[in-house]
């Protein structure tokens, strides 16, 4: 994938377009990511062996990897990811400059 855990992105699509957030969690088979702050859904609680009390808190759901684009960490702006072959390694680059932007894990 493309986009990794700990990236920043931006949204580009949907009821949270604009907004900039770290990638908490990235599920590839399913195409999603779980974005900080975007996609917060209000979720109730039943008092259990987890927690004592119960009630409504606020969670971030997955976001469509098709709705976020990187944010390159030089110039801040969105950009495209390409993969390029360095030295027998695998490095994620960003198209518009050929930049290498972070090693594949």
């Given at each position: 994938?493309?986009?990794?855990?700990?990236?920043?992105?931006?949204?580009?699509?949907?009821?949270d377009?604009g907004k900039?957030?770290?990638?908490?969690?990235?599920?590839?088979?399913?195409?999603?990511?779980?974005?900080?702050?975007?996609?917060?859904?209000?979720?109730?609680?039943?008092?259990?062996?987890?927690?004592?009390e119960?009630?409504?808190?606020?969670?971030?759901?997955?976001?469509?990897?098709?709705?976020?684009?990187?944010?390159?960490?030089k110039?801040?702006?969105p950009?495209?990811?390409g993969?390029?072959?360095?030295?027998?390694?695998?490095?994620?680059?960003?198209?518009?400059?050929?930049?290498?932007?972070?090693a594949?894990?």
């Amino acid at each position: 994938m493309k986009i990794q855990k700990d990236d920043k992105v931006k949204i580009i699509s949907g009821k949270d377009r604009g907004k900039v957030g770290k990638v908490l969690r990235v599920y590839p088979s399913r195409g999603e990511v779980v974005v900080e702050g975007v996609n917060m859904v209000k979720k109730h609680i039943k008092p259990g062996k987890v927690s004592k009390e119960g009630g409504i808190i606020s969670m971030e759901k997955p976001v469509k990897i098709s709705n976020v684009m990187l944010v390159d960490p030089k110039t801040g702006e969105p950009a495209k990811v390409g993969y390029k072959i360095i030295d027998g390694k695998k490095y994620r680059i960003n198209k518009k400059t050929g930049e290498v932007v972070g090693a594949k894990k």
